[in-house]
């Protein structure tokens, strides 16, 4: 079953996701994006799970989650991504230390993932009724509009907490990335405890993000292969008018070749 989304996106096929990476992941972007952290970073991609489009040879790992931890630079980081093809790349957010080649936690980026499937839609309803439809994953403009609305909200609330504080649009909704030094080393309950806050505020979070229990969060400059849009950070002027469908700086090269 194929998830319904707003008119202009769509699924990209294999051979764009080839030629994004091939020719337009900028490496300089995601450079300088990871050297805000410290620390060894792994990244991870997951080939098909909710496009069910994947290459023949991945079809028994097409839904599970792969970890890439070895490697020398970015560019080992492309030819795996180039060899997996998948339809989303994520970064962990832990921060590493590697000390005679055991990985040592340090502590974790601090995020707010804001994702249309938790806004109650007046046309389709709220998860719940679209999970027993079997869309979990679906949303519409309408519910898009209202999602970046809430980060627009969140992100100036947040402001008053954060000095270091980085809006990203991920494809099908938002995230909001903390860098103040401090909150890299929050307990669990410290983060679980802002996470339930936010949560009770109104903002439709996915608190188990915010609270530590999902590391991986979708690298920005990467393709989201589900919706054919790039992973935009944005200035909160962008995010305030931010529409994917137009916005030329999140569309790939191969939309609008056909």
């Keep these: 079953m194929k998830y319904i989304l707003p008119e202009g996106l769509r699924y990209s096929t294999l051979s764009e996701r080839r030629n994004f990476y091939r020719d337009e992941f900028n490496l300089s972007k995601v450079s300088k994006w990871i050297s805000r952290r410290v620390g060894h970073n ?12 994947y290459m023949k040879r991945f079809s ?59 806004i109650v839609c007046p046309i389709h309803g709220s998860l ?47 995230h909001l990335h903390i860098f103040d030094p401090e909150t890299l080393t929050w307990s669990f309950r410290e983060r679980r405890r802002l996470a339930s806050k936010i949560r009770r505020e109104g903002y439709p979070i996915d608190e188990w993000v915010t609270a530590g229990g999902m590391r991986l969060i979708r690298l920005p400059y990467s393709l989201h292969g589900m919706v054919s849009r790039i992973v935009t950070p944005l200035t909160l002027r962008q995010l305030e008018c931010f529409d994917p469908v137009k916005s030329r700086i999140c569309i790939p090269k191969f939309i609008g070749k056909g």
């Design 42 to 53: 792994i990244f991870a991609v997951i080939i098909g799970r909710h496009t069910k489009i």
């Design 60 to 118: 028994r790992h097409f839904s599970k989650t792969i970890i890439i931890d070895d490697y020398r630079g970015l560019n080992d980081v492309r030819s795996l991504i180039l060899k997996f093809l998948p339809e989303s790349v994520y970064y962990d957010r832990n921060i590493y230390s590697r000390v005679g080649g055991q990985l040592r936690v340090l502590g974790q980026e601090l995020a707010f993932d804001l994702d249309p499937e938790n």
């Design 128 to 174: 719940k009724d679209k999970m027993l439809r079997g869309q979990g994953l679906s949303f519409c403009a309408l519910e898009f509009k209202m999602v970046r609305m809430k980060t627009v909200e969140l992100y100036e609330r947040l402001s008053s907490l954060f000095t270091d504080i980085s809006a990203v649009y991920s494809g099908r909704g938002f």
